[in-house]
């Protein structure tokens, strides 16, 4: 590993911090960014540190028009001996890589460039939040910078990654959530872009997200597209569902997004010797093993809830309560142990994290 | 209409402009741009005319990680008396309004945006170049602009109009391309944002135009993404079949976009008394009336090429070669009359152009 910055080029003012229990999420960002350029004649080149500052580009640029783009989301976590700890950071990089192929991007060199976000972290090392729960969300993202209209791949990108510290997902402790089964809205179909981390499929979602919070929702499922028929994902969530003392969840069909705590939780459930099968999933089955009463916990998984439990599904104004609206001794276990590997409090018997020095 | 600008600031310098014959397609920009700014509190304001230049952004800006965006594409036509003409303006804004409802985004007031458009071109005239076949390329659009990483529509936007001289489509007289079925990937679904003129859309075809071109194709056709069965569009235009004297193109089912070249192809070929069926249309249905003898011609429409006469077509390996490979009557007489009636050298009996002061 010859990872060398090129430069690193000090913010002048410093902004003030603010407290942990203000943080919310995604609101504040460090005084620095990593910032890289490419061009097709030259590739990767010139890896910097910079003030975080605006993003100035051509009113042609490609990622205004045609929205070519991939990004990602992870964090960083204080450990109570003060360490600095990435979970599966590796992973994220790998997704990104796989992203940009389906938007047809150039592919970055991963480990120089997870080389390069830990050097960024080490700069902000004090913008990574003590408080319980919170962390330092690390967004890379990278846009199509090409000044040109032609519908073809940009021939020029820029990839950024900034930092922002971020609150508890569950100040006032974990509270189980209620989803609504979205029937006319689709996020994404077989063929399209819903395996990659980019922009376009997230925009789609906010029609759905906000007709759901207005009725009382906090989030929605999503059917495939095809049959509205299979589940999918839970908002921007992996989702799971435990019946009968087996973990069942939607495989990886290409329409949703491949999560890298989804594969940690399968991974540390069959470690556990509990069985999990990645299949389809009807949502009719759902409803079936409830009325059975096999239907025990359901959960989502993702980087900024960790592990989040389902108390409420509607689908069709049907609706069943799940495990009394309480959280259940699986999610809860997976809970307590992964965001325990994450925070350093529990022996890292995956090797799951990386530390920044 | 009382849509006066708020400010013209002129650019100091002017740029070179290019050769007529140079031009090619969305290379070149004038000198300004128009640009508003939405902020939830105070609505669209300050509309105004800036010197071509960069647009800074946050690095957390919206559009960047969840790709809210809407575009238009028209253009500026100059007539041999040497006016300026826009076909059907006021189509293109109210589907731009279309576009940010389904994407989250506030509308913008139709009339008083085209004005502020018009003033533009008129400020921009010199560009408007002369030549048979060019024109001036018109794209307005609308970035999220919001410094925020949460999953929430933005409450910031910025709209920006910029100007690019465009060479002529077919600078070698119109040759019917050839065009492959995609059989692997997907444009949009049902329930998604095809219907949409939005970023996402468009970085989410460039694999499989790639693919298409190295395999010897100009474009490929899109199916829909449920049966992988019904005839959708033609890379980024609508298509049209002329089947035994009857003119056939897919209905707008909500994942094709709603062309306004094919929204006036529809009405001038019935007021040709030439009937026009809006459906559903299986590729297995073309390749039939095909065996039979009753395909006669294939075209695509859109702002760019006009009309686009199609060739020959490759569905899982077998290759149909339509009239052969020339021009079809229809499709020449709406190309000749569409064209006419954009550069003022036929009548405008459908009241569709607007002229610019
Ligand atoms: C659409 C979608 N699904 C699932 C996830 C969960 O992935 P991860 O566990 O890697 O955070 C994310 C990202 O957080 C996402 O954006
Ligand atoms: C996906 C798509 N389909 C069709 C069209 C044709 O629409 P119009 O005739 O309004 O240019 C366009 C835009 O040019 C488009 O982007």
């Not at 005084?31 to 605006?54: A, C, F, K, Q």
């Not at 991963?110 to 050097?119: N, P, R, S, W």
Request: charged fraction near 20%; include cysteine; hydrophobic fraction near 40%.
């Amino acid at each position: 590993m010859s990872a060398t910055l090129v430069e690193i080029v000090k913010a002048s003012n410093l902004k003030l911090k603010p407290e942990d229990d203000k943080l919310g999420f995604g609101r504040y960002f460090t005084d620095h960014m990593l910032v890289m350029d490419y061009s097709i004649e030259t590739g990767w080149t010139g890896p910097r540190i910079t003030p975080y500052e605006p993003i100035a580009l051509d009113p042609a640029a490609v990622i205004f028009h045609y929205g070519q783009t991939a990004f990602e989301g992870m964090k960083a976590y204080r450990t109570e001996d003060n360490r600095i700890l990435l979970f599966r950071p590796e992973k994220n990089f790998s997704r990104l890589n796989a992203s940009s192929e389906r938007l047809s991007m150039p592919p970055i060199n991963e480990e120089e460039v997870l080389e390069y976000v830990k050097q960024l972290i080490s700069v902000e090392k004090d913008w990574v939040p003590t408080s319980k729960g919170t962390s330092l969300y690390i967004r890379p993202f990278i846009i199509a910078t090409e000044s040109f209209l032609g519908l073809a791949a940009s021939k020029q990108y820029k990839l950024v990654v900034i930092l922002s510290p971020v609150g508890s997902y569950y100040t006032n402790g974990i509270q189980p959530v209620n989803i609504k089964v979205e029937e006319h809205y689709t996020r994404a179909v077989r063929g399209g872009t819903g395996m990659a981390k980019t922009a376009g499929n997230y925009c789609a979602t906010f029609n759905a997200q906000t007709k759901a919070i207005n009725e009382g929702f906090s989030q929605v499922l999503w059917l495939d597209a095809i049959e509205k028929k299979y589940v999918e994902e839970v908002g921007t969530s992996n989702v799971f569902f435990k019946i009968n003392g087996e973990v069942h969840t939607p495989e990886l069909s290409g329409s949703i997004l491949p999560g890298i705590t989804r594969m940690s939780v399968i991974e540390m459930l069959r470690s556990w010797g509990i069985p999990v099968s990645e299949r389809r999933i009807s949502i009719e089955e759902i409803y079936q093993s409830y009325e059975e009463g096999l239907l025990e916990e359901v959960f989502s998984t993702g980087t900024a809830a960790v592990i989040s439990p389902i108390g409420e599904l509607e689908w069709q104004g049907r609706k069943i309560v799940i495990n009394n609206k309480s959280i259940g001794a699986v999610s809860e276990k997976l809970y307590d142990t992964l965001t325990g590997i994450q925070t350093g409090k529990i022996a890292d018997t995956f090797n799951w994290t990386t530390e920044v020095n």
